[in-house]
């Protein structure tokens, strides 16, 4: 079991299973290509780069990490026309009287869609939003996607 954390990503190929861990705001891109079995996540704090000050781990945003993570699972023999998507977190883990300027969850969420679409792949499973944490899992072997919450128990994608 590989384990990334928060702001991280790992690639591997079958047989290994990847998981992050704690997934509130923060967003979980799982990638994975069926043909090679090269699979990886990225684990997102924040929707950008632009109003950071600190622009060094290109893992801690959905702008350069999605990216990142897909050339480094290039460099391990994936074919991008080949990768599929799946996601999950995005929760908002706090009340903001309904300002979306605010929740981060949902600006992460956004964010993550609007660069996988760019990089055209397609998200074929998604638990996102809600208001409670989660923990993924990828499997590479079959490429089988499960999200665990305390609320919701098991759902495999």
Known sequence: MIIVGMADCAVAKNPAKITTLGLGSCVGIALYDKSTCVG????????STEQSRS???VA???????????????????????????IAGGASMF???????????ER?????????????IPIIAEDTGKNYGRTIVLDTES???TVKSALKGINIY
């Open 108 to 120: 992460n969420i956004d964010a993550t869609k609007k660069m996988l679409t760019e990089l055209k």
């Open 40 to 47: 990886g996540i990225v684990h997102i704090m924040l929707p």
């Open 55 to 57: 622009k060094d781990n």
């Open 143 to 145: 490429g089988e996607f």
């Open 60 to 86: 801690k945003f959905a702008d350069t990490g999605i990216p990142f993570l897909l050339e480094r699972m290039i460099e391990e023999g994936a074919y991008r026309h080949r990768t599929i998507a799946k």
């Open 95 to 105: 009340s903001f009287n309904g300002s979306n300027k605010l929740n981060i969850g």
